[in-house]
């Protein structure tokens, strides 16, 4: 009887503990006044006006080198071809790792003005990148990096504000695109969904691969991101204490006054907010049918997952009320 007693505080101890994390007052210090009037969600608009489009940024962790899956080509006015083995190895006694120009698939430059090359080469093993370059379905960015202005080899480290040739750096720069620290704490898929949602343009973001700079918005009108596994979206808390521990937890986040404390009524209405749009999100992509394979039955492929995933919400734009989507989708090589 002692042990029962025991287990039922313990239990009661948990549940409380866990509705209190649950309330405004646990995440701020400022004063909470209720309305006593149920939180409003509101409802998606299903008339959007513009065609959709997403934006899905694969981001190829320690894996993609450069130099061998895109190189100099024909470059009328100088030698670069040649520079370009020189540094991958030729010799006189070596041929080093680079590309022979005779099994490079060209494809012309588009902006000759800004580089000196007419043409680049495509490794011969991507002929699929070549058949999108030449519909115009994929474009390369050569010859880019994060400068401020143009620097050489002397003042390059006191022109630059970020830190070049750092791994590390790079990957963080690359996601906000922010050298000048223009939007603090911001990434550039955020920045660009904030830009479509103050336009009228209905916009959300997702990451396949856990909670990723690139999506932050700008605040406070920013899009708050999707974060999703590669299996989908699980039920918001799946083993309540109670039956109607959801209806309660809703409640104690219901409407505030207009004098209300504003961090207590960011964290409800966000909440609030997410309760409700991963419950409908998560019957949308239940749902939804892929007819392409994305893998065989048997294999274990996590991009095929996640591309298969990204289909499945592109397939409930519509149920959603979205013009734009941006998907952020890792894989990890290294």
Sequence with gaps: MGLYIEVATQLTRVFFLTLQMMTPEFHSTNSVTRSGEARMISDVNNTVSEPYKAIVYLYIDGGIDSFNLLAPHTCPDTDLYNEYRTVRGLSGESQGIGMELNNLYSVPANNVTYQPCTHFGIHEDMSLLKQLYDVEDLLFVSNAGLLARPVDIDNYKGETPVQLFSHNGMRDETKRVDVFDMFVGTGVGGRIATVLKRKGIPTNVFSIFGSQAFLTGIAPDGPSPYILSTQGLSSFNVDPTLSNMNDIIKDLNNASTIDSGWFGETWSAK?????????????????????SPFKSED???????QLELVTRLMQTANERGVGRDIFYVEVRLS
Aim: net charge negative; charged share 20%.
């Design 299 to 305: 294999e274990i492929n996590e991009i095929a997952d």
């Design 271 to 291: 909440l609030s907010e997410i309760i409700v749009n991963q419950d409908t999100l998560q019957t949308l992509v239940e749902n939804v049918t892929v007819n």
